[in-house]
């Protein structure tokens, strides 16, 4: 069998940490999570649901800050190592948007990706109810706002990171206005980064019996990474317990030219709430990714996640064992 091709930029240098002795998990968490903390900044009541991607010589960030009035925002960060990050106190002032959508109600659970040189942030932006806003940057210091993407009701807006068939490719789950207990994952594209169309369903949640983790609902993670495979999509799936709602993820292998066709679907979750910072916390039992590092010589990944909706955690594991372990456990 060839050898797995893994696209994307050369990492040697990314966090890592190897297996632990006596673990057999596709992946593994870091031994001094939570590797952001709650109170980075001085009046950070939370931070979680953050995007990082490699930036110069070394990373830069969108982060969800939960404030003190517990009002929702978004800050700039860089870091050298992925590991000790320096966060603006001051929170991202979007430019150049229509004022009709540009005047700021809330935003959360940011991605970014790299697309031909630009970085592109997506993430929930609050208009008459949530859907996905979009920002282009080349610095993560001045972020030009683009249209939104789709009408209300929208979350978990995620790019892939190459356009498809010449187009832009975004992954979504349409919901409501509330605390939503349906979700799907769908698929659209757009020649130019303001009119979506071609809406493609990819998945649904999975019945209880086949695979309760994900049986409510279900939405994109980091943005996927290009193997010779599929494309390796991380996401969240939620779990209506007795005691409430369990987030956990797992993963996903999509078509490469037809990315709204799913070859393989985990029926195991890669992870779910088990440590204390990921079961206490502002909203307990979550684990939650958002944003992925990965080298492709090595086929190591670093999946950021955030936990209990109050911290940041990171992961890590390798991409060939994630695919094998996504076919193993297939239910489609």
Request: charged share 20%.
């Amino acid at each position: 069998m060839d050898k797995m091709k893994i696209q994307g930029r050369p990492l040697p240098g990314m966090p890592w940490e190897d297996r632990p002795a006596g673990c057999n998990d596709p992946i593994w968490r870091y031994s001094k999570n939570p590797v952001i903390p709650r109170d980075l900044l001085p009046d950070s009541n939370s931070i979680f649901n953050s995007a990082i991607v490699p930036f110069r010589d070394g990373y830069a960030g969108v982060f969800r800050c939960d404030d003190k009035n517990r009002r929702m925002t978004l800050h700039a960060g860089f870091s050298k190592d992925g590991l000790k990050w320096d966060i603006n106190p001051e929170t991202i002032r979007f430019e150049g948007a229509d004022p009709e959508i540009g005047e700021w109600v809330y935003g959360y659970d940011p991605r970014v990706a790299e697309i031909e040189g630009s970085y592109y942030v997506t993430w929930c932006n609050g208009y008459h109810g949530p859907t996905i806003g979009i920002a282009r940057t080349e610095d993560f210091v001045t972020f030009h706002q683009l249209e939104n993407a789709f009408l209300p009701y929208n979350r978990n807006g995620v790019l892939f990171p190459r356009k498809i068939n010449g187009k832009f490719a975004m992954l979504s789950r349409p919901s409501d206005t509330g605390h939503t207990a349906f979700g799907d994952i769908f698929y659209s594209e757009s020649p130019d980064l303001e009119y979506w169309g071609h809406h493609r369903h990819v998945m649904a949640p999975a019945p209880f019996e086949v695979s309760a983790w994900q049986c409510m609902k279900i939405g994109a993670g980091p943005v996927p990474v290009e193997t010779s495979e599929g494309w390796l999509l991380i996401y969240h799936g939620v779990l209506h317990s007795c005691n409430g709602y369990v987030y956990a993820f797992g993963s996903a292998l999509l078509d490469l030219e037809k990315p709204w066709k799913a070859i393989a679907r985990s029926g195991q979750y890669l992870m779910s709430p088990r440590e204390i910072y990921e079961l206490t916390g502002d909203v307990p039992n979550v684990t939650f990714p958002c944003t992925s590092l990965h080298d492709p010589d090595t086929g190591r990944i670093a999946i950021y996640y955030g936990c209990a909706d109050t911290v940041t955690g990171l992961a890590f594991g390798y991409i060939p064992d994630i695919i094998e372990f996504t076919k193993r456990t297939n239910i489609l």
